[in-house]
């Protein structure tokens, strides 16, 4: 009986820390949130047509090898 009534002491504790912590927090502006989300966005689709073209050479070496070892 004594731990949960610790468990729920420290589990307040560590809310009303936590709060207290979020308080300084510095956050950005929404105008940087956009520029940031719209970067993110944008090498994301980089990232993803470099992926696309190199899998697309790869199945198309693989392809040509097999073709030249099949018949």
């Given at each position: 009986?004594?731990?949960e009534?610790?468990?729920?002491?420290?589990r307040?504790?560590?809310f009303?820390?936590?709060?207290?912590?979020?308080?300084?927090?510095?956050?950005?502006?929404?105008?940087?949130?956009a520029?940031?989300?719209?970067?993110?966005?944008?090498?994301?689709?980089l990232?993803?047509?470099?992926?696309?073209v190199?899998?697309?050479?790869?199945?198309?070496?693989?392809k040509?090898l097999?073709?030249?070892?099949?018949?």
């Amino acid at each position: 009986m004594a731990e949960e009534k610790n468990v729920k002491k420290d589990r307040g504790r560590w809310f009303r820390e936590m709060r207290s912590e979020l308080k300084k927090v510095v956050w950005p502006a929404p105008d940087k949130v956009a520029k940031n989300t719209g970067t993110v966005i944008l090498y994301s689709v980089l990232i993803g047509a470099c992926i696309w073209v190199f899998d697309s050479v790869a199945a198309l070496f693989i392809k040509t090898l097999l073709g030249l070892f099949s018949a």
